[in-house]
């Protein structure tokens, strides 16, 4: 049996990843989803335990000094984790897991699991970001801005990353992320004791 | 615009990696075939400049001489070689160049070409490969067995590789292939000046 691996989608506010990463899982169902854990209140729509878990603060803190987070940050006044067992053994048992996350916290997993196999998602203009930022119409303008020059500062790392997507139509963003999943688990280094399965 | 690569198809001898990389640029008209130079006879139906160069042992030995080889060796009494300066330009222009090649041949090239991406091609089982071998029917048994035992030496050199695809179903094979070059064409190492784009 191969190994499967840990899939970060990322990419600076408004590059579209929550919609990508929707259709993602839509049409591949077997992709595992990690769940992060988040002080932040839901959005309409999110569900507890599947879009986040939705913990306090003394929760969250609890999990930070029980060593329970592949990674954690602070992101606009709000706290996001990956919990990370879950995704440790999902992987030994050799499934796909993917991780939709900002671009602090995709840098920090990379550098705590550097195994890890990273996506940058791209709006195709800063402009057409800002649109996006904007149409969301769930933050104010001085929040607007402030996710505008995390964005711009945001680009600078797309260097750490291994695979950049384009998201200039979902859909061809989502079927490139399949080509990177097929292609990934084809890597040689996934499968061991392959000599023994074609000899014997 | 971003850089090509240069796309090392291989494995044992029964494997199919012909009849891979014939389906293969049938559905991909965009992909370059990187040409070999040899000085075995031609198959029926091999046309000279398009499944090989054929060149006598004078020809090739002055462009081993001239340094003009990718990669060169003798396989089973003939001499094979990759021209170098074909893949170098094409790859700088942004293309994608296959190279159908054997073990022996393909690991001198990511020695000499370390950026190249390599797949190794093998058959579901070693039973398969026999009969594969056989049925082409242009071999003595003595040469069947050499083929046999260097599938078999060949076999432990499929860690130097990138990826691995079995080839239980070509038109299956040459789908992997696909996810693959598209995966590759996505890494973040082949584009430039990428920020500068999304920024403008």
Redesign the interface.
């Known amino acids: 049996m191969s190994k499967g691996f840990l899939l970060i989608v990322s990419g600076p506010s408004g590059c579209g990843k929550g919609t990508v990463c929707q259709e993602l899982f839509k049409k591949n169902e077997e992709l595992l989803f990690s769940v992060s854990a988040t002080t932040r209140k839901p959005r309409e729509g999110e569900i507890d335990g599947v879009n986040y878990f939705f913990v306090d603060e003394e929760k969250f803190t609890n999990m930070v000094n029980d060593n329970e987070f592949l990674e954690y940050a602070k992101v606009h006044y709000n706290y996001y984790g990956t919990p990370k067992k879950f995704v440790l053994e999902k992987i030994e048992k050799g499934e796909v897991v993917v991780l939709e996350i900002d671009v602090q916290g995709a840098l920090q997993v990379k550098e705590a699991y550097p195994e890890a196999v990273s996506i940058?998602l791209?709006?195709?203009?800063?402009n057409e970001l800002k649109n996006r930022i904007i149409k969301r119409g769930t933050e104010t303008e001085k929040d607007i801005n402030i996710r505008l020059e995390n964005a711009?500062w945001e680009?600078?790392f797309?260097?750490k990353?291994?695979?950049?997507?384009m998201n200039d139509e979902v859909i061809k963003a989502v079927e490139?992320i399949?080509?990177?999943i097929?292609?990934?688990k084809?890597?040689?280094k996934r499968?061991k004791n392959?000599?023994e399965k074609?000899?014997?």
Do not use: R
Request: charged residues 20%; aromatic residues 12%.
């Open positions: 940058f791209v709006p195709p203009s800063m711009f680009l600078k797309i260097d990353y291994d695979y950049i997507v490139k399949e080509s990177i097929t292609a990934e084809l890597k040689v499968h392959i000599m074609i000899i014997s």
